[in-house]
């Protein structure tokens, strides 16, 4: 092939007039009117030119004389540059007489697998009624826009000032773009996920949020009306203790926990339906698992379930015969009682016990529960002394007869030692005041014999001479503490002493005992 510019002024190779190319079988017939079907390149309709080789659809001067090829180099800027020999443009397009039906479709957009090109016998094959010419260019020449500074259409050869240049890489994006343009395949539209996932991230807030409100207010509603409760009296037993003050809100945790009732709502729903006058009473209960909320509350109310050991401590007895009777009962080994008496000061005693329990185990009926210490019960009865004592004022009361609260509790066993009965206490009282006022001994054998630890109605004679703080025949006044623990009776004896002259009593055991300012007979 040859270089520069052919008749007519039309520059390049294979491009324009035919018979400038040196191979006669592409050669094309000339057009009337001075002008020449232009070659059926790959992407190119027919050209058509004027006398001075340019294009009489609107390109100037510089399409080729300024940028023609022999001074651009077309052969480096289109063929070295863009590799059309090397992809097969010379032997598809040039050599082989046009393109055949081996033509690679694949060669670039608008010059393969289009309308517009020659299919190698001469014939030039159309498509929509527009010979010559690729689907997406116009049929003057190059698409209005693809031409930027041409201001129409173009050629799209090599270097053209009016059209694209084809030596821009396509995989430029601005071709890429134009390439989806004029196949009129619209660009997906980048897809939105982040809303999207908003919203349904508050969907589904919303709706289980919903459910979970739902479902709380479901279960409160049946917890409130149809709580959960076993059917019947239950199995098996099991020992509840209802403490000081229980009442069936703070009870209710406890049987749940044992496995008594199914639901605290059940059991506090009984105790507010129960008929019953009564409330609960401390103590341990013997109930069963798996019981009904209703029977179980009406177990508790029923004293027959009851756990306990009930236990009599009679006024007058010394605390040795206190804890020796309490450990018989109980099983408690005597001297776990013996330790606690040993060690005085966590029983809880009052200021004025001089730190000694004897004296404030008060006599009464106790109900001991299982598993209850010896510790346990002797502080519920010096408890159960505090109680009494601070019912009857004690402190005030033995001050307001001109006694001491000491001397109140001492002299109190001294006359429940030593009364026969209730009525005595009084009377013996006023014989302890009047000895003590004019310095005479008390000369009690209760005294002796408690000091000797020994019990009998009356003391020896060698007894009464036996040396000891507790010898009130040898001493005078009052033993150092009292001698045993005295009741309520006892007590109140002493705090409302009788009036008279006595010096002297003979006590008749279980009847009335003699009182005299005299010594009486056996005396």
Do not use: C
């Not at 040859?2 to 006669?24: E, K, L, N, R, V």
């Not at 196949?183 to 539209?189: G, V």
């Not at 013996?428 to 009047?434: G, R």
């Amino acid at each position: 092939m040859s270089g520069g510019h052919g008749p007519g002024g039309y520059p390049g190779q294979g491009y324009g007039a035919p018979d400038f190319d040196d191979d006669p079988a592409r050669a094309r017939p000339r057009r009337q009117g001075g002008t020449r079907a232009g070659y059926q390149g790959p992407g190119y309709g027919s050209q058509d030119f004027d006398g001075a080789g340019y294009d009489r659809r609107g390109y100037d001067r510089r399409g080729y004389d300024q940028g023609g090829y022999d001074q651009g180099g077309y052969e480096q800027r289109a063929y070295e540059q863009r590799g059309y020999e090397q992809r097969g443009y010379q032997q598809r397009g040039h050599d082989q007489g046009g393109y055949d039906d081996q033509r690679d479709d694949s060669f670039l957009p608008g010059f393969g697998g289009r309308g517009g090109y020659d299919d190698g016998g001469g014939r030039t094959q159309e498509r929509g009624g527009r010979p010559g010419y690729d689907d997406g260019y116009d049929p003057g020449g190059y698409d209005d826009r693809r031409g930027p500074r041409g201001g129409g259409t173009a050629d799209r050869g090599p270097g053209g000032r009016g059209g694209r240049d084809d030596r821009r890489d396509w995989n430029d994006r601005d071709d890429r773009d134009d390439w989806d343009a004029r196949n009129a395949r619209p660009r997906k539209k980048a897809t939105r996920w982040l809303p999207r996932i908003l919203v349904l991230t508050v969907v589904l807030v919303i709706v289980v949020g919903g459910l979970v409100g739902g479902l709380d207010v479901y279960h409160k509603y049946e917890a409130r009306y149809h709580p959960a409760d076993y059917a019947g009296q239950g199995t098996g037993d099991v020992t509840v203790q209802v403490m000081s003050g229980d009442d069936a809100f703070s009870l209710a945790p406890r049987l749940v926990q044992l496995g008594v009732i199914a639901s605290t709502r059940a059991f506090t729903n009984a105790a507010s339906d129960s008929t019953s006058s009564t409330g609960l009473e401390a103590g341990y209960y013997l109930l069963h698992y798996h019981m009904q909320a209703s029977l179980a509350y009406a177990a508790l109310l029923n004293p027959k379930n009851l756990v306990q050991t009930t236990v009599t401590i009679p006024e007058g007895l010394r605390a040795v015969d206190v804890i020796a009777k309490i450990s018989k009962t109980t099983k408690i080994p005597l001297k776990e009682f013996q330790q606690v008496l040993a060690n005085p000061a966590q029983l809880g005693l009052p200021s004025y016990a001089d730190g000694k329990a004897e004296g404030y185990l008060f006599p009464a009926t106790y109900a001991i529960a299982p598993h209850e210490t010896a510790l346990q019960i002797l502080q519920a009865m010096v408890q159960r002394f505090n109680v009494e004592a601070q019912a009857i004022d004690l402190v005030d009361a033995a001050r307001a007869v001109g006694l001491s609260p000491a001397r109140l509790i001492t002299e109190a066993s001294l006359a429940q030692a030593e009364g026969g009965s209730v009525s005595d206490y009084p009377k013996i009282a006023e014989v302890i005041h009047n000895r003590i006022a004019i310095g005479m001994h008390l000369q009690f054998d209760s005294t002796v014999l408690y000091g000797l630890g020994k019990y009998a109605v009356s003391a020896t004679i060698k007894q009464t001479q036996t040396p000891g703080p507790y010898n009130t025949y040898l001493n005078a006044g009052l033993p150092p503490g009292p001698i045993s623990n005295p009741g309520d009776a006892a007590i109140q004896g002493i705090l409302h002493a009788d009036h008279g002259n006595w010096l002297y009593f003979l006590t008749v055991p279980g009847g009335k005992s003699q009182f005299s300012a005299t010594p009486l007979k056996g005396q």
